[in-house]
């Protein structure tokens, strides 16, 4: 298994995580239609992308990412795309012959999918009124009696929301929520989506329209590695580069991350690859914490620092954006805040509901946690706090 920092791990590199997997296809398997939530760099991508390599008999999994899309033609234009771009026709090969014969008139519609061209760019011919979403909706009309299963892995959902309400209004962007509400209804138990992204979809829903739109979706979350399999992964990777180490060092390498995500517990590995290989000797507990602290290096900053840019697209509001940054540098400063004391820092600077968005926010976002126990909000991870503290606090 590699060490795949910088992109979503496929096939053999990724850490097949059953229970969450299986749990996945459970839901599936009864047709619901699921938003996987995670903060940033905890697996979501991964997760799909190995659906989509590793489909169970009879399921198709079309992945797609569409954080760029401020139209709603655009968005179903990508949904063609994707479907273009998939291995559609072996897929239906076992489908009805109905379900074939609409499905071929259908593309033979759309210019550039008769035969399926990479990259080709989609358009409807001029003699045709129908539109993209007109079509898709027909799609999944046809399906409906067939046994096989097309699932659409929506990467950057609530982006696309908020992109078409930012561009062109709460009216246009409530209308879109309806839309894919009316095609998930459609769908029954034949096509299923699944929708993620670093923002959260009740959130971005909430403050355009009611979340009645959303209550047809299942929220799952995907949660940090266990320790177990944190060990596993550990293990995994430095035995494919060969890497001796004393006993107990993968636990020491656990307790230091504290937030088991795949990408941290990564990175830290890398940093004590690069130590084995140099100094050509058994790894120690000492070393995992030089690799800990080389993490916080400045030539690191590029894997954190998205953490505080991402700030400006969470609240574009410079006076939320200005309270929300207070008090994530209080609390690196401080460990911990408690409720009350979290609202007289920033709640009386807020109006409205924008203290709540900003408590949600970072939390879902996973900067912040809260301890329900000591009744405090802290760094969800250690790591996140320590380059917080370095680079960010002035």
């Known amino acids: 298994m590699k060490n795949i920092t910088t992109q979503p791990a496929r096939k053999e590199n990724f850490f097949k995580r059953d229970k969450l997997i299986n749990k996945l296809y459970r839901k599936l398997d009864a047709g619901d239609h699921i938003f996987l939530a995670a903060p940033r760099r905890v697996g979501k991508t991964s997760i799909m992308r190995y659906l989509e390599d590793h489909p169970r008999e009879s399921y198709n999994f079309i992945y797609l990412t569409v954080e760029s899309v401020h139209e709603v033609e655009t968005f179903y234009h990508k949904l063609w795309d994707a479907l273009a771009e998939s291995d559609f026709y072996s897929f239906f090969s076992k489908a009805s012959q109905k379900t074939k014969n609409f499905l071929n008139t259908t593309l033979d519609r759309i210019s550039g999918i008769g035969i399926p061209v990479l990259g080709s760019v989609i358009e409807l011919n001029p003699s045709e009124k129908s539109s993209y979403q007109e079509e898709f909706d027909n799609v999944i009309k046809s399906f409906k009696k067939d046994k096989r299963r097309l699932v659409f892995m929506i990467d950057e959902f609530p982006q696309v929301v908020e992109n078409i309400n930012n561009r062109h209004g709460k009216e246009i962007a409530t209308q ?3 839309l894919c509400r009316e095609q998930r209804q459609l769908s029954q138990s034949n096509v299923s989506f699944i929708y993620t992204g670093v923002t959260d979809l009740l959130s971005v829903v909430r403050r355009i329209t009611s979340p009645s739109v959303i209550n047809d979706i299942i929220t799952l979350e995907v949660p940090p590695l266990s320790e177990e399999e944190a060990k596993e992964m550990a293990t995994m990777i430095l035995k494919n580069y060969q890497v001796g180490y004393e006993v107990k060092v993968i636990d020491h ?6 937030w088991l995500i795949p990408f941290h517990l990564q ?3 890398q940093e004590i690859i690069d130590i084995y290989e140099s100094e050509e ?5 000492a070393d995992v914490n030089k690799a800990f602290d080389r993490l916080l290096h400045i030539r690191n900053s590029q894997y954190f620092e998205p953490y505080h840019t991402r700030l400006d697209e969470a609240f574009p509001d410079p006076k939320v954006l200005q309270q ?3 008090l994530l540098n209080y609390i690196a400063m401080n460990d911990e805040i408690g409720k009350e004391a979290a609202f007289e820092l920033i709640g009386e600077e807020l109006e409205n509901d924008d203290y709540e968005r900003v408590i949600e926010t970072l939390q879902f976002d996973g900067y912040l946690k809260y301890d329900e126990e000591c009744e405090v909000y802290q760094f969800t991870s250690r790591l996140i706090k320590m380059w917080w503290q370095k680079f960010v606090v002035k």
Do not use: G, Q, V
């Not at 390498?253 to 504290?258: F, N, R, S, V, W």
């Not at 000797?281 to 507990?285: A, E, K, M, S």
């Open 176 to 178: 879109f929520l309806h």
């Open 253 to 258: 390498l656990i307790e230091k991350i504290d």
């Open 267 to 269: 990175l830290c590995i």
């Open 281 to 285: 000797r058994n790894i120690t507990r």
């Open 324 to 326: 929300s940054i207070e």
